[in-house]
Nanobody, 123 residues
Framework: QVQLVESGGGLVQAGSSLRLSCAAS????????MGWFRQAPGKKREFVAV????????YYLDSVKGRFTISRDNAKNTMYLQMNSLKPEDTAVYYC????????????????WGPGTQVTVSS
């Protein structure tokens, strides 16, 4: 399994930007499709974005389309989530996740998870 660690979270005002990073251990990072999920207080964890192993295919939660961009650098074993025009409803703990094979949007399809990073957007 790949080990994952998120970074880049913080407290920002509405309309601001943040870039989350997910660093992966191991030499097989390029074998994994990678995803971002988030969990707001009192809510279930939800899918945010996913990217294929080669970066060609991406999918997004409808509410973040046009504001968030997922990307990866296989040479650095790192995935990113650029978040622009942040809204208070984006407040959540953000998790990165990995799965062998193709892209997916269900939590149960991902086998490796990071501990999460808190993103708080004030109004």
């Amino acid at each position: 399994q790949v080990q994952l660690v998120e970074s880049g979270g913080g407290l920002v005002q509405a309309g601001s930007s943040l870039r989350l990073s997910c660093a992966a251990s191991g030499r097989t990072f390029r074998s994994y499709a990678m995803g971002w999920f988030r969990q707001a207080p009192g809510k279930k964890r939800e899918f945010v974005a996913v990217i294929s192993w080669n970066g060609v295919t991406t999918y997004y939660l409808d509410s973040v389309k046009g504001r968030f961009t997922i990307s990866r650098d296989n040479a650095k074993n790192t995935m990113y989530l650029q978040m622009n025009s942040l809204k208070p409803e984006d407040t959540a703990v953000y998790y990165c996740a990995a799965r062998v094979a193709g892209t997916a949007t269900k939590e149960e399809d991902f086998g490796s998870w990071g501990p999460g990073t808190q993103v708080t957007v004030s109004s």
